[in-house]
T-cell receptor
Framework: GAVVSQHPSWVICKSGTSVKIECRSLDFQATTMFWYRQFPKQSLMLMATSNEGSKATYEQGVEKDKFLINHASLTLSTLTVTSAHPEDSSFYIC????????????FGSGTQLSVL | GENVGLHLPTLSVQEGDNSIINCAYSNSASDYFIWYKQESGKGPQFIIDIRSNMDKRQGQRVTVLLNKTVKHLSLQIAATQPGDSAVYFCAETIGNEKLTFGTGTRLTIIP
């Protein structure tokens, strides 16, 4: 299957700092990328949908100024958690799809964010 | 999508036995369903999918059944192995738009 790489795998930061998470499609062009958040023992909650070259579409209740998403190329999307607080600690997962994947969704390995 | 839920949050199965994981969905308009496997600390891994014009699809050791009448989806894993231990999510979508995930079932394989 297609490969989606997510980096970093885990990050610890101080409250008030910003953290950037990268999501890359390694062997296909990702026209659409999705960002999810997952709390322990819970399901994935969609945060936003990102189409290459356009602004991300955020789900209801997700602050777009706090969770900045950039999808500047067909192989890279970034999620920046700005002014992170302890309640932002979570497992963040990206997924990507494109014509080469037959519109199937492939997921990154996730990023565990811990805000102290 | 609307509510996509699972009947059982946990399931323990003896190694070598078959396991069945169930999922209920409420949006009759959903036309594409996927099962994912998620191991601890990792992203979801695609297992198998099925479209609404089918009621059964088989893969390697896995079978997905779709009953549109009662809005029910199931994942059958044959001859379970220790590596099958994980959380399994069903997900639904309409027209390949954003996925709605179920709550997940934790499958534990007993040696």
């Amino acid at each position: 299957g297609a490969v989606v790489s997510q980096h970093p795998s885990w990050v610890i930061c101080k409250s008030g700092t910003s953290v950037k998470i990268e999501c890359r499609s390694l062997d296909f062009q990702a026209t659409t990328m999705f960002w999810y958040r997952q709390f322990p023992k819970q399901s994935l909650m969609l945060m936003a949908t990102s189409n290459e070259g356009s602004k991300a579409t955020y789900e209801q209740g997700v602050e777009k100024d706090k969770f900045l998403i950039n999808h500047a190329s067909l192989t890279l999307s970034t999620l920046t958690v700005t002014s992170a607080h302890p309640e932002d600690s979570s497992f963040y997962i990206c997924s990507a799809t494109g014509s080469a994947t037959n519109e199937k969704l492939f997921f990154g390995s996730g990023t565990q964010l811990s805000v102290l | 999508g609307e509510n996509v839920g699972l009947h059982l949050p946990t399931l323990s199965v003896q190694e070598g036995d078959n396991s069945i994981i169930n999922c209920a969905y409420s949006n009759s308009a959903s036309d594409y369903f996927i099962w994912y496997k998620q191991e601890s600390g990792k992203g979801p891994q695609f297992i198998i999918d099925i479209r609404s014009n089918m009621d059964k699809r088989q893969g390697q050791r896995v079978t997905v059944l779709l009953n549109k009448t009662v809005k029910h989806l199931s994942l059958q894993i044959a001859a379970t192995q220790p590596g099958d231990s994980a959380v399994y999510f069903c997900a639904e979508t309409i027209g390949n738009e954003k996925l709605t995930f179920g709550t997940g079932t934790r499958l534990t394989i007993i040696p």
